[in-house]
């Protein structure tokens, strides 16, 4: 083969290259997912196939979890849902006021690039107390009025009320098996709002 010919074959083999590259089915976008069981048990890689999802969930984890995430996500986005297993932090005002403060400082602690921060959740498990529902809404209505003292850039998905029994605090058995944890149709849900949120 003469020279200016295998001068073009290589430069068509470097063009092919080049383009497959920029062709990639790999996402380029990341997502990290931290929370508790509701997290853990979200299969975002199915509802979220265009993005590198890295799904940290943990079950029965409260905002102590978030303590030195920060090696993991900071300068990341994430998708966050905590605090329903240690709501009850937030017995009356003050408690709350105290409880919503280390909460912020946890997000914050992350070092993320931007949050996708859900509310808490209803509740209607067995074991819970008429207060529990009373503590959840309190939270959530504090973190809500708030949101300004967040460090970093923080996109506030509230599905407080979207998920609660009419005319109750409770969490509607429609979206739940136990009470506590949610089922598919509140998956979709989450997945949907989720997209309409992502910048």
């Known amino acids: 083969m003469s020279r200016p010919l295998k001068l ?5 083999a470097l063009v092919a290259a080049l383009w497959l590259a920029g062709c990639s089915d790999e996402p380029d976008r990341e997502m990290f997912f ?3 069981s509701i997290m ?3 299969d975002v890689g199915r509802d979220f196939p265009t993005l590198r999802c890295h799904n940290c969930g943990k079950a029965g984890a409260g905002i102590e979890y978030l303590a030195g995430m920060d090696a993991t996500v900071a300068g990341r986005e994430v998708v966050l849902i905590i605090g329903t297993n240690d709501i009850w932090q937030c017995a009356d005002d003050n408690a709350a006021v105290d409880y919503t403060t280390r909460y912020i400082q946890a997000v ?11 509310s808490v959740l209803p509740r209607g498990f067995e074991a819970d107390g008429a207060e529990m529902s009373e503590q959840i809404a309190r939270f959530n209505a504090m973190l809500r009025c708030r949101l300004n ?6 996109v506030y998905i509230d599905l407080h009320a979207r998920f609660c029994l009419d005319g109750t605090l409770l969490l509607n058995p429609q979206y739940s098996p136990d009470g506590l944890h949610i089922n598919k149709y509140g998956y979709e849900i989450y997945a949907d ?3 309409k949120r992502l910048k």
């Open 108 to 118: 914050d602690n992350l070092q993320a690039s931007r949050v996708y921060l859900f």
């Open 8 to 12: 073009a074959a290589c430069a068509a």
């Open 40 to 42: 853990e048990f979200w």
């Open 149 to 154: 003292e967040f460090e970093c850039e923080v």
């Open 193 to 195: 709002e989720l997209w």
């Open 34 to 36: 931290l929370g508790d």
